[in-house]
């Protein structure tokens, strides 16, 4: 159904689906695509694994994430691994096109039905560790950032910081400038500043934007 769907999306190119992890590891490995979507429980391979051999030889490649098993702390932890998107199987199959959208344009995107735990000691224990050589751009964050704001308000929060304006978000978002403008109330009262200068050093201290 997803490769269907993904044939008919004007500028999007699909280059192969494979049912085994090994597999379609291998064709990435060979062709370097943009963008890489992967299921988490496959027949040979686990999710995770691929994400971190990708990681590893492509830095340049988004990662999308789907599974129907998720857990609380599953962003979290996909965030901490350099995942770009994660999305819940039971969602409709419009999360996943949006989701694809915005990580090719160097956003991210997280939609699940379960809702991140508290972050505790534990919580940050089962973390996985980055593998070596990785340059993780997201691990800096995943720890502050994803705790306080939502996956949509930390790509509003990354984008206010890198100067955009309510109304230039709302074009590259699909969104209203009112919706906009309330999601950057929202992050705001959420990590207690009052201007725009303080949510950029806020974001600049979280990893979300890099000098």
């Known amino acids: 159904m997803l490769s269907i769907a993904l044939a008919r999306v004007r500028g999007v190119?699909?280059?192969?689906a494979f049912d085994c992890g090994?597999?379609?590891?291998?064709?990435?490995?060979?062709?370097?695509p943009d963008l890489l979507v992967v299921d988490l429980f496959l027949p040979d391979l686990h999710g995770l694994e691929i994400v971190r051999e990708v990681r590893a030889r492509l830095p340049m490649t988004r990662i999308l994430v789907l599974t129907g098993h998720p857990d609380g702390d599953m962003p979290?932890?996909?965030?901490?691994?350099?995942?770009h998107g994660f999305v819940d199987k039971a969602a409709p199959l419009?999360?996943?096109m949006q989701?694809?959208?915005?990580?090719?344009?160097?956003?991210?995107?997280?939609a699940t039905h379960v809702p991140p735990k508290s972050a505790s000691s534990s919580a940050q224990a089962a973390l996985p560790k980055a593998v070596a050589g990785v340059r993780n751009d997201l691990e800096a964050f995943s720890l502050e950032a994803?705790?306080?704001?939502?996956?949509?308000?930390?790509?509003?929060?990354?984008?206010?910081?890198?100067?955009?304006?309510?109304?230039?978000?709302?074009?590259r978002l699909g969104l209203s400038v009112r919706t906009v403008e309330k999601h950057r109330a929202n992050i705001m009262e959420k990590i207690g500043v009052h201007e725009?200068?303080?949510?950029?050093?806020?974001?600049?201290?979280?990893?979300?934007?890099k000098i």
């Open 196 to 209: 725009v200068a303080s949510l950029v050093r806020w974001c600049l201290q979280s990893g979300l934007v």
């Open 94 to 96: 419009s999360y996943i």
């Open 146 to 171: 994803v705790k306080v704001l939502s996956a949509r308000e930390i790509e509003v929060a990354r984008l206010v910081a890198e100067g955009f304006s309510s109304k230039e978000l709302a074009a």
């Open 13 to 16: 190119l699909m280059g192969a």
């Open 99 to 110: 989701a694809m959208e915005s990580l090719i344009e160097g956003g991210m995107f997280y």
């Open 76 to 83: 979290a932890r996909l965030v901490a691994q350099g995942v």
């Open 22 to 32: 090994k597999e379609g590891l291998e064709y990435c490995l060979r062709t370097k």
